[in-house]
């Protein structure tokens, strides 16, 4: 059964600050890692999506990175905004899963002025 | 605009009583979802539905129904089974092994 696990849950950072966020699965038969956002009371906006093929991609400020191998993903935001406030999740899509994911429990970052 | 629109907002059940939470979609796609929210974690799957009169049961499914019966639309009903159905409901659609569109969610709470 896939696991995904996002660490840390929160983080508070000031303004400006270039910062990362991890994911780690535990199958790495992945068919595609994505990133999302979630801002308070609201639905998921997909920010990256890699495909198992690639390394990383990139969003303007935002590039993320996967080691397949190692079960890991992380998410670097640079020159941090407090628009960037917000939940981020990070979800698998297994080869043998169809379109179903597997979310991780999010990482809440407050990103103060 | 093109999107996924559930509804309502916010939605209060009474013991025993059966509600229903809309999801409509017009992005013409083929795969409709429902997801549960809890405070501080992830999403978890309850339905899931890949074509028109057919769905799969996802992690959670028990307590829930859904129906497919029109492309564009995949109403989820939590039953009086469901003993703990407060929580954030999120519904999402995709072309067939596509990324995910998600609505805006409706938030069910207990009278």
């Known amino acids: 059964k896939q696991e995904v696990t996002q660490i840390p849950a929160a983080l508070s950072v000031p303004e400006g600050e270039n910062l990362v966020l991890n994911c780690s699965f535990t199958?790495?038969?992945?068919?595609?890692l994505q990133w999302f956002r979630q801002d308070p009371g609201k639905g998921l906006t997909s920010l990256l999506l890699?495909?198992?093929?690639?390394r990383e991609q990139t969003s303007g400020r935002l590039n993320a990175s996967l080691d397949k191998s190692s079960g890991r993903s992380t998410l670097y935001i640079a020159a941090s905004q407090p628009g960037d406030s917000a939940t981020y999740l990070c979800?698998?899509?297994?080869?043998?899963?169809?379109?179903?994911?597997?979310f991780g429990e999010g990482t809440q970052l407050t990103v103060n002025p | 605009d093109g999107g996924i629109t559930q509804s309502p907002k916010y939605l209060f059940r009474k013991e025993g009583q059966n509600v229903t939470l809309s999801c409509e979609q017009n992005?013409?796609?083929?795969?409709m979802y429902w997801y549960r929210q809890d405070p501080g974690q992830g999403l978890r799957l309850i339905y899931y539905?890949?074509?028109?009169?057919?769905?799969q049961k996802g992690d959670i499914a028990e307590g829930y129904s859904v129906s497919r019966e029109k492309k564009e639309s995949f109403p989820l009903t939590v039953t009086s089974a469901q003993k703990n159905p407060t929580a954030f409901y999120l519904c999402?659609?995709?072309?067939?092994?596509?990324?995910?569109?998600f609505g805006d969610g409706t938030r069910l709470s207990i009278l």
């Open positions: 999402a659609s995709s072309f067939s092994g596509r990324p995910q569109h």
């Open positions: 199958d790495s038969a992945i068919y595609n």
């Open positions: 890699i495909q198992s093929s690639q």
């Open positions: 979800a698998v899509r297994r080869e043998t899963s169809g379109s179903r994911l597997t």
């Open positions: 992005l013409n796609h083929d795969a």
């Open positions: 539905s890949q074509i028109v009169n057919d769905f």
